[in-house]
T-cell receptor, first 112, second 113 residues
Framework: QQQVKQSPQSLIVQKGGISIINCAYE??????FPWYQQFPGKGPALLIA?????SEKKEGRFTISFNKSAKQFSLHIMDSQPGDSATYFC???????????FGSGTQLTVLP | DAGVIQSPRHEVTEMGQEVTLRCKPI?????LFWYRQTMMRGLELLIY????????DSGMPEDRFSAKMPNASFSTLKIQPSEPRDSAVYFC???????????FGSGTRLTVV
């Protein structure tokens, strides 16, 4: 019940295209859904996050869509750039300490 | 702010040896988390502390793993004895209450041969 399932495992997109990564969860106690971006040799860094009281959040080229009834959320990267090439993790948390449960990750490659 | 500081960045050790990984959280953060990252299992939460007290260590894989947080500015993750299957990148993260400012360190890449 603690799992967060992420797909696809890898994604290749042309420069300027849209990258879409999907996640699903089971634990209805989760109330915070962040996305993390990780470059090789670095720790994950917070990219954007959403709470279940809204269905969409946009920050620049990055948008989270959230479907509470389906227990799914997704990351859309518009106008994808080669610099966006990284591993993306969805995550979910609950509780006062906000310990994160991560998805398995998506390795995104944006071709120039 | 220097962020979450982990040491060493890389550790190569022989099977059976004791390994100690270190973490200095961001000043003022009251929660500290240890994660392990492998290709097979992704990012796994091992243990977390709140105000220096271990709250949930259910992710610690075996009794060979132990973690301490003697004060608000330092934590260790110890593996004794180490085994090749412990090879992974170990991340420390810290945050303010309610997960504000959740920040990861750069990790320690552990190789057990």
């Amino acid at each position: 019940q603690q799992q967060v399932k992420q797909s696809p495992q890898s994604l290749i997109v042309q420069k300027g295209g849209i990258s879409i990564i999907n996640c699903a969860y089971e634990n209805t106690a989760f109330d915070y859904f962040p996305w993390y971006q990780q470059f090789p040799g670095k720790g994950p860094a917070l990219l954007i996050a959403i709470r279940p009281d809204v269905s969409e959040k946009k920050e620049g080229r990055f948008t989270i869509s959230f479907n509470k009834s389906a227990k799914q959320f997704s990351l859309h990267i518009m106008d994808s750039q080669p610099g966006d090439s990284a591993t993306y993790f969805c995550a979910a948390s609950s509780g006062s300490a906000r310990q994160l449960t991560f998805g398995s990750g998506t390795q995104l490659t944006v071709l120039p | 702010d220097a962020g979450v500081i982990q040491s060493p960045r890389h550790e190569v050790t022989e099977m059976g040896q004791e390994v100690t990984l270190r973490c200095k959280p961001i000043s003022g953060h009251n929660s500290l988390f240890w994660y392990r990252q492998t290709m097979m299992r992704g990012l796994e939460l091992l243990i977390y502390f709140n105000n220096n007290v271990p709250i949930d260590d259910s992710g610690m894989p075996e009794d060979r793993f132990s973690a301490k947080m003697p004060n608000a500015s330092f934590s260790t993750l110890k593996i004794q004895p180490s085994e090749p299957r412990d090879s992974a990148v170990y991340f420390c993260a810290s945050s303010f209450p309610q997960g504000r400012g959740y920040t990861f360190g750069s990790g320690t890449r552990l190789t057990v041969v």
